[in-house]
């Protein structure tokens, strides 16, 4: 069963966020715990990890503002 990427929410007011840029590319082998994209939110940016091991299926787009929860990609 795929495992959802989901936009996290990186500090308490945080709303919404924007992939800055796709670490790894679509179809490639992800371990847990590597980071996938860089996030910019509230000023800062930060790398978010993988959540599970396998095949990478990328959904959002580098640039895009996506709120909290959104749905980013797939791990399978």
Same mark, same amino acid.
Request: charged residues 20%.
């Given at each position: 069963?795929?495992?959802?990427?989901? $936009?996290? !929410?990186? *500090?308490?007011?945080?709303? /919404? &966020? +924007?992939?800055?840029?796709? $670490?790894? !590319?679509? *179809?490639?082998?992800?371990? /847990? &715990? +590597?980071?996938?994209?860089? $996030?910019?939110?509230?000023?800062?940016?930060?790398?978010?990890?993988?959540?599970?091991?396998?095949?990478?299926?990328?959904?959002?787009?580098?640039?895009?503002?996506?709120?909290?929860?959104?749905?980013?990609?797939?791990?399978?």
């Amino acid at each position: 069963m795929a495992v959802e990427i989901l $936009l996290p !929410k990186i *500090g308490f007011s945080m709303q /919404e &966020g +924007q992939i800055a840029e796709w $670490l790894v !590319k679509d *179809g490639d082998q992800v371990t /847990e &715990g +590597q980071p996938l994209f860089s $996030l910019e939110a509230d000023k800062s940016t930060n790398e978010v990890e993988a959540p599970a091991s396998g095949t990478l299926k990328i959904a959002a787009q580098t640039g895009e503002t996506y709120e909290v929860g959104t749905v980013l990609g797939y791990i399978e």
